[in-house]
């Protein structure tokens, strides 16, 4: 499974912005699909969880109430919705899944085997 993020780019603070991670391979809705972010000289950091079969969905405290995932199961693709931008959600978002999970309010790096390429997102007047 190669997942595919996209839709990364430059927008003020308070904007919005709308990330995008798909594949070409099996559908999406049996696994768990969520999206992780690196900031310059920091560690990779759990943002959001959407389980398997669009169960449960999960927020990093930083992000809840600002950020949306959600699944669009005809086009396979999973969404982050992102709101109210600060200059501290610049960072490398990357998409990631891990087959038959349940997620959780705490994940890790080592809970998602699938990783997408990262897509540039930043926040700056």
């Known amino acids: 499974v190669q997942l595919q993020a996209s839709g990364g780019g430059l927008v003020p603070p308070r904007g919005f912005l709308r990330l995008s991670c798909t594949t070409s391979?099996?559908?999406?809705?049996?696994?768990?699909v969520g999206w992780f972010r690196q900031a310059p000289g920091k560690e990779r950091e759990w943002v959001s969880c959407?389980?398997?079969?669009?169960?449960?969905?999960y927020y990093a405290d930083s992000t809840k109430g600002r950020f949306t995932i959600s699944r669009d199961k005809a086009k396979n693709t999973v969404y982050l919705q992102m709101a109210d931008l600060e200059p501290e959600d610049t960072a490398v978002y990357f998409c990631?899944?891990?087959?038959?999970?349940?997620?959780?309010?705490?994940?890790?790096?080592?809970?998602?085997?699938?990783w997408g390429q990262g897509t540039l997102v930043t926040v700056s007047s």
């Open positions: 391979g099996p559908s999406l809705e049996n696994y768990a």
């Open positions: 990631v899944a891990e087959p038959w999970m349940v997620c959780t309010n705490s994940l890790i790096v080592a809970n998602f085997n699938l």
């Open positions: 959407s389980s398997t079969g669009d169960g449960g969905k």
